[in-house]
């Protein structure tokens, strides 16, 4: 195995990609990272003001696909980022790596997307960068957006906040994103008509302030899927997780494909959801905040934190066995077998 | 190592089947099949093919049985 | 009501209860546990996922078998397929199984990510889409899988002949079921008390192909389906043979497998695929275990119409794969399971597949 290389499943969220902050990327840029890199966004204070700050990039094939492109993403995933810490998000610079011979038909396109999901959430694109590469060095476009956000209350929302007791929630269906994209590509040739879940959660994450105290942790189990941001905050928060199959939000199409190609929808990432650990005396509150609110009219309770651990997470099937839920090493591949 | 899910032939051309579970479309070859199929059939889908088809009036008694036998007590 | 989707309806968890309720009654108090075998990847996948184990009583043990076509495929297959990637203008598409298979030195993943041209595809068929669509390319299918999948290969190689393609290719590693299962009986080390036999196959060779092992050691069979009621009910069946000292062929997922199996699919298999002795990595040599390609399909062949050299086989040593591809081991008895060989860095070819025994076991069972 030659463990020189950059493969494709360092970033697709699971152990390969933890292991390479962790052995590479963390020790040789900077120790700051190591908290910054377990959570959304990183918390920093300047002069009394706190602030979250956060990066990410958009890569994703193809770039249209049903409910969504590159776009929208892009603009919507940071802005989550900083609201699942809590931040209300203000800002976004955008630096796009264009392609050689890229359609302006298709970059206007995406820029209408961006402009709209902009407003949508409220916030602001101040600045931004530009670059082109040769035709073949860079897949068509590839969108960096940087976020920053204010912090207007005293709580501390992260991912070592889960404690014994808590309600794990989610505010709607899982595996929507990563099946439209999956259908969309070419050699599959699935007609499923599920369309990405892409959406900004900053105004629905602002509901869920009330709770004050007792929401502990905020996370959207983007690339990866439930299963990975589960097992990450298992392990931060330092406990075990038992999900509920029966209750999980799935679209019946999603689960059709999942069939079909012998995936676990777990594992399937998605871009408009979060999932809450809420302590249990105020659960049925979040729960019907959630259902006030259109991005989480499907929202439901799919586990509870049951002790402390190193970090594990279970599932009681929707037959009644038990079985454990693991990190995926790299991405999640179609089976035959 | 046969991932085989139960899908439902909604047209047929030749020897393909456009085949549905849960709302989701796949096309099928029937190249493999030695038994006739007619829309609404169910067939057994596996790596682009239709494997076998699902008896229907079989797969209903089965449950039948089982549900008599082994949870009766929620039989009406 | 939901509609009938033939799925969901057996996957009814009051029935599951109810079937486990009854083995629990069957087997209670028996001193020796019951061991039934399941040969079948797709059965070891279903069993973790459903977490059917913890809903079984300890006097019923089960356990796996040589069921993971990718596991039992030699290192040297894959060597060659890596062989061939390198080559210029050749395409390589693969089920998803075979991705992260590690050979001697390399697997597809990292040739992919070095620049070679490896597709994954749901079916053999995108295949030979993709050499129509690429004139100028060869395009190498790798065909792994037992006689589930064989057809479709074999209906690619048609299709393809039917278009004329003279740049369509297939990488064949197929493998038959019953053999092995044979192998195990004989073995007098393994107490197997009855055969879990695969849904998908047997509905292509038909349930009858599993009469010798009652007839020449007395081993029960039931063919059974993938979803958790099938499975349990398959387990029960297979329990009350036992409990009456009887031996027979019995069809739990009557509602796809028949006595005969599927007629065209194995004239299809016959037409295309000739038996050899195939080298099941872990077990060995077995006579007429393998299918390659008939002669009169040569031209389609990739081992012969594309020759490259391999690179000298280097297996792993120190793992426990043989003894747990024959079930007398679990993966849990192995010192390198979860410390030197984990799904990231697999040892051997139990790790290697996604439903392999122990990847299944480090993924759902720790």
């Known amino acids: 195995m030659d463990n020189d290389i950059i493969l494709l499943g360092h970033g697709s969220g699971g152990k390969l990609s933890h292991q390479l902050l962790d052995d590479l990327i963390i020790p040789k840029l900077s120790q700051s990272l190591a908290s910054g890199g377990q959570n959304d966004a990183a918390l920093l204070e300047i002069s009394g003001t706190k602030l979250a700050f956060t990066t990410d990039s958009y890569v994703v094939d193809p770039i249209f696909f049903p409910g969504g492109n590159i776009g929208d993403l892009a603009v919507n995933g940071t802005v989550n980022d900083l609201a699942m810490m809590g931040a209300r998000p203000l800002y976004l610079s955008v630096g796009f790596i264009l392609e050689e011979g890229f359609k302006k ?25 530009t670059k082109v590469v040769p035709k073949g060095k860079g897949d068509r476009i590839f969108i960096n957006t940087s976020g920053i956000g204010v912090l207007e209350h005293g709580l501390r929302i ?23 994209v999956l259908s969309a590509r070419e050699g599959l040739e699935i007609d499923s008509g599920i369309r990405s879940d892409s959406a900004a959660l900053n105004g629905l994450v602002e509901e869920l302030l009330v709770l004050g105290e007792g929401l502990h942790v905020l996370r959207d189990p983007t690339r990866g899927g439930v299963a990975t941001t589960l097992k990450e905050i298992a392990i931060q928060s330092g406990v075990t997780i038992l999900l509920d199959e029966e209750s999980l939000p799935i679209n019946p199409g999603v689960k059709g494909v999942c069939s079909i190609l012998g995936l676990d929808a777990l594992y399937v990432a998605n871009e408009g959801k979060l999932l809450a650990f809420v302590a249990p005396e105020r659960a049925a509150e979040a729960l019907a905040i959630m259902h006030r609110h259109p991005l989480g009219k499907d929202a439901a309770i799919i586990g509870a934190l049951t002790e402390s651990s190193e970090g594990r997470v279970q599932m009681k099937t929707s037959v009644g066995g038990v079985r ?7 991405e999640q591949l179609p089976r035959i077998c | 190592m046969c991932v085989g899910v139960p899908m439902q032939v909604i047209s047929i051309e030749g020897d393909l ?25 169910y067939v057994i889908i596996h790596a682009g093919f239709a494997i076998s088809k699902l008896d229907q009036e079989d797969a209903r008694e089965t449950l039948a049985l089982m549900r008599e036998v082994f949870t009766p007590e929620l039989m009406g | 009501m939901k509609p009938m989707n033939y799925l969901d309806q057996f996957r009814d968890k009051e029935l599951v209860a109810g079937l486990a309720r009854r083995i629990r009654e069957l087997t209670a108090g028996r001193e020796k546990p019951l061991t039934f075998m399941e040969v079948c990847g797709t059965h070891t996948m279903a069993i973790y996922q459903f977490g059917l184990r913890t809903l079984l009583p300890p006097e019923v043990r089960l356990i796996s078998g040589p069921g993971c076509p990718v596991c039992v495929t030699p290192n040297g297959y894959l060597d060659r397929a890596v062989a061939l990637c390198r080559l210029p203008d050749l395409i390589i598409t693969s089920f998803g199984d ?7 030195s390399s697997s597809l993943m990292e040739e992919r990510a070095k620049g070679a041209d490896v597709r994954v595809v749901y079916s053999p068929l995108d295949a030979v889409q993709i050499a129509v669509k690429n004139p100028g390319k060869r395009v190498v299918f790798l065909g792994v899988g037992f006689e589930t999948t064989a057809p479709t290969v074999a209906g690619s190689i048609l299709t393809a002949a039917a278009l004329g393609l003279d740049n369509y290719f297939v990488l064949a590693s197929h493998k038959t079921m019953p053999q092995p299962m044979g ?31 009652c007839e020449e050691y007395r081993v029960p069979c039931v063919v059974t389906g993938f979803e958790p009621t099938d499975v349990m009910q398959g387990v029960e069946m297979l ?40 080298d099941w990595r872990g077990i060995g040599i077995l006579p007429g275990s393998g299918l390659k390609i008939a002669e009169a399909y040569a031209a389609y062949d990739a081992e012969l119409a594309i020759p490259v050299s391999v690179e000298e086989l280097k297996e792993h040593p120190g793992c426990l794969c043989g003894e747990i591809l024959k079930g007398k081991v679990s993966p849990f008895d192995c010192p390198l399971f979860g410390r030197t060989c984990t799904p990231e860095s697999p040892v051997g070819a139990c790790m290697v597949s996604s439903e392999g025994t122990c990847a299944a076991a480090y993924k759902y069972a720790r």
Not at chain 1, 162 to 179: A, E, P, Y
Not at chain 1, 325 to 330: D, H, I, K, N, T
Not at chain 3, 183 to 210: F, M, T
Not at chain 3, 256 to 277: C, H, I
């Open chain 1, 105 to 129: 038909s298709e970059l206007a396109l995406i820029l209408a997307s961006m402009r709209s999901a902009a407003d949508s959430a409220g916030v602001t694109v101040v600045t931004g960068d």
């Open chain 1, 158 to 180: 992260d991912g070592a906040g889960g404690r014994v007791g808590d309600q794990v929630i989610v505010n709607g269906s899982i595996g929507d994103h990563g099946i439209a």
């Open chain 1, 324 to 330: 454990g839920v693991e990190m995926l090493a790299g």
């Open chain 2, 17 to 41: 089947a456009m085949t549905e579970v849960d709302g989701v479309k796949r096309e099928a070859s029937l190249m493999m099949l030695d038994q006739d199929v007619v829309v609404g059939d």
């Open chain 3, 98 to 104: 075979m991705l992260r298979v590690p050979g001697s």
């Open chain 3, 183 to 213: 192998i195990l009986s004989a073995d007098p080390e393994l107490a197997v008390d009855g055969y879990l036999c695969p849904a998908h196959v047997s509905a292509i060779i038909g349930a009858n192909a599993y009469r010798f092992l």
């Open chain 3, 239 to 278: 329990v009350r043979q036992a409990l009456a000292g009887e031996s027979k062929v019995e069809i739990q997922y009557s509602r796809v497998v028949r006595w005969e199996g599927n007629a065209k699919a194995q004239s299809m298999l016959a037409q295309v695929f000739t038996p050899f002795d195939a």
